[in-house]
T-cell receptor, first 114, second 110 residues
Framework: NAGVTQTPKFQVLKTGQSMTLQCAQDMNHNSMYWYRQDPGMGLRLIYYSASEGTTDKGEVPNGYNVSRLNKREFSLRLESAAPSQTSVYFCASSEAVGSQETQYFGPGTRLLVL | QKEVEQDPGPLSVPEGAIVSLNCTYS??????FMWYRQYSRKGPELLMYTYSSGNKEDGRFTAQVDKSSKYISLFIRDSQPSDSATYLCAMKTGANNLFFGTGTRLTVIP
C-alpha cells in the first residue's frame, strides 16, 4: 500500500520557469490537499479539493493553480516560479471515520527557485 | 497574530525523561486537536487526535486540551531516541482545513 506519493522528490527551477508537482493516493479518499512548509511558518494550506471536480483556495494560493484530475490525482502547478516559492511541498489526502478525520501526508517535494 | 502558536525549540532531553510540548491558539471555534510527528525529510504522520476538552492517552503519549485557556499539550513518558522528531500541533473547526503550529524539534539523547 503506497499511500500518498509525490513526484518529483527534488527540483531546481530558475525564476520564471513553470512546473507541475504531481500527487496520487491509493486510499480512495475524497479530500486532497496541497501544503507548503517553510521554516518558522509551519505548514500552510495552498489549495484543497473536497471531492473530484472541486477545488478551493487555502491560506496561500497566489502563484499556484491546481487540478483534480480524478479521485486519485491532485496536481499543483507553478506557472512562473519565484524565489519566494522555494519551499517543501506536501500533498495530503483524508478520510473521515465517525467524527475523526485523519490527513495522510506524502513524503514531500523540495523545490528550489533560483 | 497567528491562529496557532508553538514554541519551535529545539528541545533536548535525556532518554527516559518526560517531555511536555505545548501550543496555544486564538480561535475559540477550534474543536478538533491533533498532534503530528515529522521525522527529518519525511511527511507528517498523525500521532494523537482529540475532540474538545479533556485528556487522551495512547501508550507513552498523552494529549491534553484545555479549551478555556486555549491551550493544548502533548506529554511523552519514558522518552526514547526514536522519539526524536519535530512535533506539530494542528487544529480545526468542523470544516476540513487544518491550522498548524510551526513545530517543536525534539532530540532525545541516549
Amino acid at each position: 500500500n503506497a499511500g500518498v506519493t509525490q513526484t518529483p522528490k527534488f527540483q531546481v527551477l530558475k525564476t520564471g520557469q513553470s512546473m507541475t508537482l504531481q500527487c496520487a493516493q491509493d486510499m480512495n479518499h475524497n479530500s486532497m490537499y496541497w501544503y507548503r512548509q517553510d521554516p518558522g511558518m509551519g505548514l500552510r494550506l495552498i489549495y484543497y479539493s473536497a471531492s473530484e471536480g472541486t477545488t478551493d483556495k487555502g491560506e496561500v494560493p497566489n502563484g499556484y493553480n491546481v487540478s483534480r484530475l480524478n479521485k486519485r490525482e491532485f496536481s499543483l502547478r507553478l506557472e512562473s516560479a519565484a524565489p519566494s516559492q522555494t519551499s517543501v511541498y506536501f500533498c495530503a489526502s483524508s478520510e473521515a471515520v465517525g467524527s475523526q478525520e485523519t490527513q495522510y501526508f506524502g513524503p514531500g517535494t523540495r523545490l528550489l527557485v533560483l | 497574530q497567528k491562529e496557532v502558536e508553538q514554541d519551535p525549540g529545539p528541545l533536548s532531553v535525556p532518554e527516559g525523561a518526560i517531555v511536555s510540548l505545548n501550543c496555544t491558539y486564538s480561535n475559540s471555534a477550534f474543536q478538533y486537536f491533533m498532534w503530528y510527528r515529522q521525522y527529518s525529510r519525511k511527511g507528517p504522520e498523525l500521532l494523537m487526535y482529540t475532540y474538545s476538552s479533556g485528556n487522551k492517552e495512547d501508550g507513552r503519549f498523552t494529549a491534553q486540551v484545555d479549551k478555556s485557556s486555549k491551550y493544548i499539550s502533548l506529554f511523552i513518558r519514558d522518552s526514547q531516541p526514536s522519539d526524536s522528531a519535530t512535533y506539530l500541533c494542528a487544529m480545526k473547526t468542523g470544516a476540513n482545513n487544518l491550522f498548524f503550529g510551526t513545530g517543536t524539534r525534539l532530540t532525545v539523547i541516549p
